[in-house]
């Protein structure tokens, strides 16, 4: 086998390509992420143009066909009451699914991080990570069954003597259902129990950072346990309670499947897309609808960055 010493015209491109990385380090890296960019740029960003441009496209509703004539009247209809109502009750959905994610998921991952240790805290990241193993349209439909009268729910509150509360909740208004598997309540909890793992994992990794001399040193100054939750530990692992909501509000915002399988009729934005897109064939509005959500998330990210939450992922 030949070495390069006695071929040194072969090696010569070679060797003084390196020496050209070598010295421009800079150009080295751009063509590491060149690749990357390049897809990023075109099949991300240059669907999301596509999507924009096509939301000003013209939907005729007599011969239900698209034109390429720009209006503004697809983002003119979303201030319509009806569909305003669609995207406020898919707001306020994410808001209370992130609401009760973080409040359920904190004490999880405080015990994680601080009192866990071997063998307990590998059997809590299966069990938080279990759920999330598991096909995403498979738990959906459980929980169908779960939530219907006559499933383990109603069991378990029948035997609490907690029945009657139940049906008083479901009577309300903003509940209404015959059973949990079809109200608000019950959409509610499948979403919450969906995305709460997303939240569990970036506020343990975030309470993990904090030093633990700096607990030490508010008990030594006489803090009491209380003080030093509020003082010391909420505002470091608070950005990860930032992080976690990032995706819980996301994915509750976007998400059209259990809308559709869990709770009443009434539309979000991911079925209102998905209906109008595959069921009518409007897609301008379809895509009206889609720069929502991108928007608000968008101004999510923004403020998130601004209380260093990237920093906790």
Do not use: H
């Amino acid at each position: 086998m030949s070495s390069p010493t006695q071929f040194p015209n072969q090696w010569m491109p070679l060797r003084q390509l390196s020496d050209l990385f070598w010295r421009q380090p800079k150009l080295l890296l751009l063509v590491l992420l060149l690749p990357p960019l390049a897809w990023f740029g075109i099949v991300y960003l240059g669907s999301l143009l596509a999507l924009l441009w096509q939301s000003f496209y013209t939907f005729d509703d007599f011969t239900m066909a698209v034109t390429q004539q720009l209006t503004l009247a697809n983002y003119q209809a979303l201030f319509d009451a009806a569909n305003y109502d669609v995207v406020l009750r898919t707001l306020v959905m994410a808001c209370a699914v992130t609401l009760a994610a973080a409040i359920l998921g904190f004490p999880i991952a405080y015990y994680m991080a601080r009192y866990a240790k071997g063998w307990q805290k590998g059997a809590m990241y299966v069990a938080v990570m279990l759920p999330m193993w598991a096909s995403y349209i498979v738990k959906a439909y459980a929980w169908t069954v779960i939530l219907a009268k006559g499933g383990v729910v109603y069991w378990f509150y029948n035997q609490l003597g907690l029945s009657s509360v139940i049906d008083a909740l479901l009577a309300l208004p903003s509940i209404g259902g015959n059973s949990l598997s079809t109200s608000n309540l019950g959409r509610f909890t499948v979403f919450t129990y969906i995305w709460l793992p997303f939240m569990i994992l970036p506020i343990q990794a975030s309470i993990e950072r904090i030093p633990a001399n700096l607990i030490q040193a508010s008990a030594d100054l006489g803090a009491t346990p209380r003080q030093t939750f509020f003082t010391v530990i909420l505002p470091l692992a608070f950005p990860g309670v930032v992080a976690g909501s990032i995706f819980t509000f996301s994915l509750t915002l976007g998400d059209y499947i259990i809308p559709q399988l869990i709770g009443p009729s009434g539309l979000y934005i991911g079925t209102m897309v998905y209906t109008m897109q595959g069921s009518i064939g409007n897609m301008p509005l379809a895509a009206a609808f889609t720069v929502v959500p991108v928007l608000i998330i968008a101004l999510y990210l923004t403020i998130a960055r601004r209380l260093g939450a990237f920093d906790a992922l």
